[in-house]
């Protein structure tokens, strides 16, 4: 006889054999394996040899790549352990979204593994922006709905219809902003493993990425980046003039994890702007990439034709 327990048994069977799958994708050595043959081949140059005796290279891999292993483990895993969720679950989380996302990763080629990751999901058709998604849905799961719907959708008799699309509007509309969609990219991760930490170091690895994100929105002609992040990283983030923006009337709420999170975008040309003018060196650094170049073989170094300063219309490097 099939009791009700069996199915539960078998999907929690189930559970256990994908987490085991990811574990075995993830594994110490074969990211190495993936780190030491994507500098060495992946971008069709010897990315090892260019870097010369900098310790990182800094890549933009496809997540739909043979190498894109290589961003994702330290995603899932930064998450899983700063959330205390299953690999699978975080995985899962973002895994529709791999055909429009790119990882933006800092590899150490001494000990060729990652050391951080941001994801940037890209304008598409199929299933848009994960922040903005998340940010509007109509569901239980969502913290900002109550306040949306409070601020924007009362009404007088307070039964205004709520429509996603239109609460997206909205939420533009009372930051006195337009964010095209089709403009904009979502930087819907950014982890950094441990080891690699710095703590807002200007010389990190989150630094490194941070430029490094900046520079491939600029590259393929993106003008706004949209996101949900962590309080604590958002604050270091924002102390370097205030590159982002929040939506007025919504507050931080647990995302995905226990921390407080805040939806928050950055208009490319006036966030830029606001890093120069709040500190010279510091606008060098984020945006020119100015010293990181010691320590890092960054994206405009060997792929000059879309990253360039020149390329994208920025005055040259000093």
Not at 85 to 101: C, G, K, M, Q
Not at 114 to 139: F, H, M, Q, Y
Not at 289 to 313: A, C, R, V, W
Request: aromatic share 10%.
């Amino acid at each position: 006889m099939t009791t009700v327990r069996e199915p539960l048994e078998q999907f929690e069977q189930m559970g256990a054999m994908v987490e085991r799958e990811l574990d075995e994708r993830f594994a110490t050595d074969r990211v190495s394996d993936l780190c030491k043959d994507f500098l060495e081949q992946g971008m069709g140059i010897d990315l090892r040899e260019l870097a010369g005796a900098r310790r990182f290279v800094v890549a933009a891999i496809p997540a739909t790549s043979e190498y894109s292993d290589i961003g994702r483990s330290v995603e899932t895993k930064v998450f899983a352990n700063a959330f205390a969720r299953s690999t699978t679950d975080v995985y899962e989380d973002y895994h529709d979204y791999d055909e429009s996302s790119v990882f933006i990763v800092v590899i150490d080629k001494d000990y060729q593994q990652p050391a951080g990751n941001i994801r940037i999901i890209c304008p598409n058709d199929t299933t848009g922006l994960k922040s903005i998604n998340d940010l509007v849905e109509d569901k239980p799961s969502n913290p900002w709905l109550d306040e949306i719907k409070r601020n924007f959708f009362s009404g007088t008799n307070g039964d205004d219809e709520y429509d996603p699309h239109e609460a997206w509007d909205k939420l533009c509309s009372s930051a006195g902003v337009s964010i095209n969609t089709s403009e904009t990219f979502d930087v819907a991760t950014i982890a950094v493993d441990p080891n690699y930490s710095t703590n807002g170091s200007m010389n990190g690895t989150s630094l490194a990425l941070y430029h490094s994100c900046l520079r491939f929105a600029l590259g393929n002609g993106i003008k706004n980046l949209m996101s949900i992040q962590d309080i604590k990283p958002f604050e270091i983030l924002q102390s370097f003039g205030k590159p982002f923006d929040v939506f007025p009337n919504l507050e931080p709420h647990p995302y995905g994890g226990p921390y407080d999170t805040i939806p928050a975008y950055c208009v490319l040309d006036r966030g830029m702007r606001n890093i120069r003018e709040a500190n010279e060196f510091v606008g060098r650094v984020f945006i020119d990439g100015h010293t990181l170049g010691k320590d890092y073989l960054l994206l405009s170094e060997y792929m000059p034709e879309q990253f360039s300063n020149q390329s994208i219309s920025l005055p040259p490097a000093e």
